[in-house]
């Protein structure tokens, strides 16, 4: 386990609950919660986005509504004239530090939500692909953790300086290489 974040941290760690790692183990759910994180949106707006059944994006809102991730936001009147209830994710970023009993597929499912976010913004939304393979001892490892999570932390904790640019998102995976 890398050191916890510094307390005045925006990104504060701690460990994940069992309803946190469960909620975040589906990529589907982690794409609701980046688009909920963007703007409010209701549950057929969700759906409609991700091309999904609307029962299906309910399911995984309340799963997330649950976990403590995603909340209702103010119910609202749509361009028809209807009521809306839309959903806002409650955290822009979050760091859960040992998500208990996480099998290797749910580890995974930010990858997918990944690759899903990049086929729906399309090839020109890359900015930068960086893929590297370096020997490092344990100290070393921590020591190039430290550095991304602070690097990745100045932007984060300065987020709401820039909330008219465009939204970025991005993805950091550090992780040995197979023998």
Known sequence: ???????????????ATVSEAKAL??????????LCWQGELTNKQLADRLGRDPGTVLYHVRQLIEAGLLEPAPVRTGESGALEKPYRAKARSWWLDDPPNTEFDAALAPIEAVQDELRAAGPDSVRLFLRFAVHL???????????????VERYVSTD???AAEPAHGGMIVLHRLAE
């Open 1 to 15: 386990m890398a050191e916890p974040a510094d307390a005045s941290s925006s990104m504060p760690r701690r460990e």
């Open 25 to 34: 183990a589906h990529p589907l759910r982690l794409r609701i919660l980046r």
């Open 137 to 151: 001892s344990a100290e070393d490892a921590a020591e190039l953790e430290r550095g991304i999570l602070a690097l």
């Open 160 to 162: 709401d300086e820039r």
